[in-house]
């Protein structure tokens, strides 16, 4: 059976998060009922079509019944299964302790802002967005929190920190995905919204934009690292010392 | 071997009967009908070997498309209200606080009266619509003793119409005075959400009620002058029908709180004196006669 | 008459075109659903050229933008959404035939039945003038999600394009509320005597679902087109949030906060039910087919009806599905998982049903006839596309599928195969009511085989593409930098496969249209009742029927009963 798993799982991209291989195990589960069911009905389909019946006879209540039943109380499995994933990754909060970092989709790029050491994003204003400037976000200068803010094209995030990312987008709809995170979230304009989880193997991955966004879309991504602990500090200071010294 | 079916007809509406245009014979209003076969019940049994179900037939035909409609236009209203209602209450947070720019437009109090002319005009409706089916009427009229159902029905139809039609000047009135210009312009002074949402309700009803009116005119031509009293019933019980489905959406619309009430005027009577009496020539003489 | 000659002829126009006739604004609906279906097809195929060979450059075009790519995209999902899908089988056939298997002598309002196919006629020329104004068609998607569809200056063909697309998709709103309320009056009030409810045929049962999925749905797609419009041009701000900046201006500089996911939620509350709309039809033909060819009842008839009645219900119940990772709340999530879940418990039952009744028939049509064979894909793809279905309602699992080419082979296989599939039986099946001809058999083989091998080995594999990441709607795969471009690259070897495969789908789709002009001229003479059906359209014309029994049923040796009796006429009594 482990086997078949993972020999099923070619496609699938390798699972760098924590709620990777739950997720993937619910996948497979499904895909191979579907696959079984699939192969199931299409035998019973020629079976029926080949085989003559020498008189017509009607089929007993039972055949229809049993196969119900059976059906339900695997739908209803599934659905339980899959709730109890969904509650742990979007119902349930990030932990209070979660890394904040905020990703901001344009037409199209992403952009994604880290705190600094007080903690707290400065207060963007539309008005003053001006990429080529040096102020793609539109930080408000007027706001003392947004001074140590410090913004890059590449996600940078430390293995095993459970991370709370803050969605938004600056004109239209875009799709923050990263799959090898098997993580997906809209980032709409008008709203922020939060996504949270942890990423467990350092290594470089995929980000693409996974909604329609203009003649950009199939250009629009961004690569994350996941760096250990005491790589991603350091990578965090010089980025901010760099920030200082502009 | 030609098609299994004959080849289509060509449609034709139904022609009227090839009768002149003076009534022969008895009954002004079209022979009752009196070919059923009888003998026997059954599911559906031809009424006049045709195919047809009797009296009532276009009725029970009518009735049901317009409930669909009207179920189709529910929808419609229904959604616009759901986007109201969903607007009402957005807001985003701006230096960490909440900000909702929903700036509720005072609404014209002559919106009041609109709606007590709306009802009225349904009672009226109401009343031509039941007047057109009274059974001695029908009766009357099939043993030829004139339109006692379409005289009776004429004068309500007719208030109704006025009726209508001063609803909607009043509802020009009300987009008067919320400062709303013919014209290019209107379409600009949506400045707040509030109003757009009031223009596009009042708008879209008053768009429905104007076919309404419309239908209101059939009828009217339809009364004086279709032969077959089953004619008129259709015309008029569909018209009534939807006027009053109208009205319905209308107290629905109505009682949602798009904007606030406007603050009562001042009533100040000595104004319009002192205006007198500040006017030009008046004053002059006044001044002159002082 | 030839056919010069009778085109030069008004009363040729007369009879077939500008007729309130039911045949023939039926037989206009199934026109124009072919157009749509041979534009959608043409579209997608160099849809698919792109993605396959990017850097391709093609005779009198050059090598594709990423926007004229998605100009395609955007314009193949509403030709097919809406004038194949919608129109072939809910209004096309539903027109053709429903009046006829009803015994009815004629539609309720023929003039408004007639009025909604010159709408959704305008409707189609409007969708196409699209794609001539300045900025071309538009790059939004058949979805058009705002602010990217409300904001002129969002992308290439947002401007006047897309205007032109929402008028035309207002204009087929109410093209199709107008037929939706005429086909349901008509089933309601025409019925001939002794069709009762229960002795209806499941296909009639499929239209009148459909015709009152169509009545709630439709209504709000117009609404949602009209507050599109209204915020386009009309300074207001349904669907645009309060700031953005796109391409380097302010939008919605007034402030007023929008919500784009409002727009979602109007458009799938009406996007959800249309694919019923889509594949009901299909369902209710299905179940009559294949009863009909395996000579036997359908088993469970009122159950038939009542699952066909509920997935109508469910239907317009979890439209939230789409919206899963689009900003809805978790809770909200749950609950439309649900009831996504529930709608497979009728769907599973209708299979089951299935196949059932062709299970070792021992009184069936040997060798299958054609419209059986299409039937039998139909399930086929049903199953296939279906089975798909409860994967993508769960939350957690689509939070890793959604937009991605997973959902593109669900719907597809589901949709447009198992749609097309069913329109196809329809067409070979009804064909001898249409012309009094029968198709040509061995042609009809030979489309089908062709098309089902093909069709699988189109869009299966897109199953795997979407599981390794690849997103949708992307104007091609090569060319990216980074890890991105290295996850995509590795999957352009198997988008070449499903291109080429493509090809062959629509190569042998010509087998089709040949099989088509041949048997309209030239064609075998059909018999009064080729597949000895027992459903009303068969009955022989012109005289008084009475229906006595429902559909489907056979006796020893499959011995059919019609639905109908003749009448005893009785000489009429009294003057006149």
């Given at each position: 059976m482990q086997n078949l798993a993972m020999a099923a799982q070619w496609w699938l991209p390798q699972d760098a998060a924590l709620h990777g291989p739950a997720l993937d195990h619910q996948l497979l589960l499904n895909l191979w009922i579907a696959l079984a069911l699939l192969v199931l009905a299409h035998v019973l389909l020629f079976a029926g079509l080949l085989l003559r019946g020498k008189k017509l006879r009607e089929i007993p209540l039972v055949w229809k019944i049993v196969p119900l039943v059976v059906l339900t109380v695997l739908f209803t499995w599934l659905t339980v299964k899959s709730e109890g994933l969904w509650a742990d990754a979007r119902i349930a909060g990030a932990d209070p302790s979660a890394m904040q970092v905020e990703v901001t989709g344009v037409q199209f790029a992403w952009y994604f802002r880290y705190p600094g050491t007080d903690a707290a994003f400065g207060e963007t204003r539309a008005a003053l967005v001006?990429?080529?400037?040096?102020?793609?976000?539109?930080?408000?200068?007027?706001?003392?929190?947004?001074?140590?803010?410090?913004?890059s094209s590449e996600l940078v995030l430390p293995a095993g920190r459970e991370v709370d990312l803050r969605l938004r987008s600056l004109d239209v709809m875009h799709g923050f995905f990263v799959p090898e995170m098997r993580l997906k979230q809209n980032a709409v304009p008008g709203s922020v919204l939060h996504v949270h989880f942890t990423p467990a193997k350092p290594g470089t991955y995929a980000i693409l934009c996974s909604q329609l966004c203009g003649l950009g879309h199939y250009r629009m991504q961004a690569t994350m690292r996941v760096l250990p602990q005491s790589e991603f500090d350091a990578w965090l200071a010089e980025k901010a010392r760099a920030h200082e010294t502009r | 071997m030609p098609t299994l079916t004959p080849p289509p007809p060509v449609y034709t509406p139904e022609k009227k009967e090839q009768k002149p245009r003076t009534p022969q014979g008895p009954g002004s209003g079209g022979k009752p009908p009196y070919r059923k076969r009888t003998g026997g019940g059954g599911d559906g049994e031809s009424w006049d070997g045709k195919g047809g179900r009797g009296p009532g037939e276009r009725l029970r035909r009518t009735r049901p498309a317009l409930i669909f409609f009207l179920i189709g236009d529910a929808m419609f209203f229904f959604s616009l209200v759901v986007v109201f209602l969903v607007e009402k209450g957005a807001y985003h947070v701006d230096h960490g606080i909440v900000v909702n720019t929903w700036h509720a437009i005072p609404i014209p109090s002559i919106l009041w009266l609109n709606t007590a002319v709306l009802l009225l005009s349904s009672v009226t409706m109401e009343l031509a619509r039941r007047s057109i089916f009274h059974e001695q009427h029908v009766m009357d009229e099939w043993l030829g003793l004139g339109k006692p159902a379409a005289r009776q029905a004429l004068p309500w139809l007719l208030a109704t119409a006025v009726l209508g039609i001063l609803f909607l000047a009043g509802q020009w009135t009300a987009w008067m005075q919320l400062g709303m210009r013919r014209g290019y312009e209107a379409a600009y002074q949506n400045a707040s959400l509030s109003h757009a949402s009031f223009n596009l309700f009042t708008g879209f009803h008053a768009a429905h009620l104007a076919v309404g009116i419309l239908g209101l005119s059939a009828c009217l031509g339809v009364l004086l002058f279709a032969r077959r009293v089953e004619t008129r019933q259709v015309w008029l019980d569909t018209t009534a029908w939807y006027w009053h489905c109208m009205g319905l959406f209308w107290i629905g619309l109505f009682a949602l709180p798009v904007g606030k009430p406007a603050p009562p005027r001042p009533r100040r009577p000595e104004a319009f004196i002192s205006l007198m009496i500040h006017s030009g020539p008046f004053s002059a003489a006044m001044r002159a006669a002082l | 008459m030839r056919l010069a000659e009778a085109l030069a002829s008004w009363s040729w126009w007369r009879r077939n075109v500008f007729t309130t006739d039911y045949r023939v604004v039926g037989r206009l609906y199934l026109l124009l659903a072919l157009k749509a279906v041979a534009i959608g097809t043409i579209l997608s195929m160099f849809m698919r050229i792109h993605l396959a060979w990017p850097n391709a450059r093609l005779p009198f075009w050059g090598v594709m933008k990423p926007e004229e790519y998605l100009a395609l995209l955007t314009m193949h999902g509403t030709m097919m959404i809406f004038f194949v899908l919608t129109v072939a089988p809910q209004m096309g056939f539903a027109c053709l035939i429903a009046p006829a298997q009803i015994g009815a002598k004629r539609l309720s309002f023929p003039r408004i039945h007639a009025a909604g196919f010159w709408i959704i006629a305008a409707s189609f020329v409007v969708l196409l003038l699209a794609a001539f104004v300045p900025g071309g068609a538009p790059i939004s998607g058949w979805?058009?999600?705002?602010?990217?569809?409300?904001?002129?200056?969002?992308?290439?063909?947002?401007?006047?394009?897309?205007?032109?697309?929402?008028?035309?998709?207002?204009?087929?709103?109410?093209?199709?509320?107008?037929g939706g309320v005429s086909l349901l009056t008509t089933i309601i009030c025409e019925r001939c005597e002794g069709m009762t409810w229960g002795r209806l045929p499941l296909t009639v049962w499929s239209w009148l679902t459909g015709a009152l999925l169509t009545v709630l749905a439709f209504s709000v797609l117009f609404d949602a087109a009209v507050l599109l419009l209204c915020d386009r041009h009309a300074g207001t701000s349904f669907f645009v949030p309060a700031s953005g900046v796109i391409n380097g201006m302010l939008v919605n500089a007034r402030g007023h906060d929008g919500s784009p996911l409002l727009w979602l939620h109007l458009f799938w509350f009406f996007g959800h039910p249309v694919v019923y709309i889509a594949v009901l039809p299909g369902m209710g033909l299905a179940s009559m087919l294949l009863a009909g060819f395996s000579r036997r009842r359908v088993p469970g008839y009122r159950t038939m009806i009542a699952t066909t009645l509920a997935i109508g219900l469910l239907g317009i119940l979890l439209w939230g599905h789409h919206m899963f990772v689009a900003g809805l709340n978790p809770f909200a999530s749950s609950i439309f998982a649900v009831t996504t879940m529930a709608i497979a418990l009728p769907s599973a039952i209708k299979v089951m049903s299935w196949l059932v009744t062709v299970w070792r028939a021992p009184a069936a049509m040997k060798p299958r006839p054609v419209p059986m064979l299409w039937m039998l894909g139909f399930v086929s793809f049903f199953i296939a596309g279906g089975l798909t279905g409860p994967i993508l309602a769960q939350p957690i699992l689509d939070s890793y599928l959604h937009n991605t080419f997973f959902v593109?082979?669900?719907?597809?296989?589901?949709?447009?195969?198992?749609?097309?599939?069913?329109?196809?039986?329809?067409?070979y099946y009804w064909f001898p009511l249409m012309t009094g001809r029968m198709m040509n058999e061995r042609l009809g083989r030979w489309h089908f085989w062709l098309t089902i091998v093909a069709a699988y080995s189109t869009f299966l594999p897109m199953h795997l593409t979407g599981l390794a990441g690849e997103p949708r709607q992307y104007a091609q795969l090569t060319g990216i930098p980074g890890p991105a471009g290295a996850l995509l690259a590795r999957l352009q070897p198997m988008q070449i496969h499903v291109t080429v495969s493509a090809f062959v789908l629509i190569a042998a789709q010509v087998l089709f249209l040949v099989n088509l002009w041949r048997s309209t001229w030239s064609g075998e003479v059909a018999p009064e009742n080729p597949w000895e059906a027992t459903t009303l359209e068969w009955a022989p014309a012109g005289e008084d029927l009475r229906v006595v029994r429902g559909p489907c049923e056979y006796g020893e040796e499959g011995l059919s009963y019609p639905q109908w009796e003749q009448l005893v006429q009785q000489p009429l009594d009294g003057p006149e």
């Open positions: 001006d990429a080529g400037g040096g102020n793609p976000l539109g930080i408000d200068p007027a706001d003392a929190h947004g001074a140590d803010d410090v913004v | - | 979805t058009s999600y705002p602010p990217l569809s409300a904001i002129a200056a969002a992308g290439p063909g947002q401007a006047m394009g897309m205007d032109l697309w929402l008028v035309s998709i207002a204009l087929f709103c109410v093209g199709a509320v107008l593109v082979a669900h719907f597809h296989l589901i949709m447009a195969m198992a749609g097309v599939f069913s329109l196809f039986g329809a067409t």
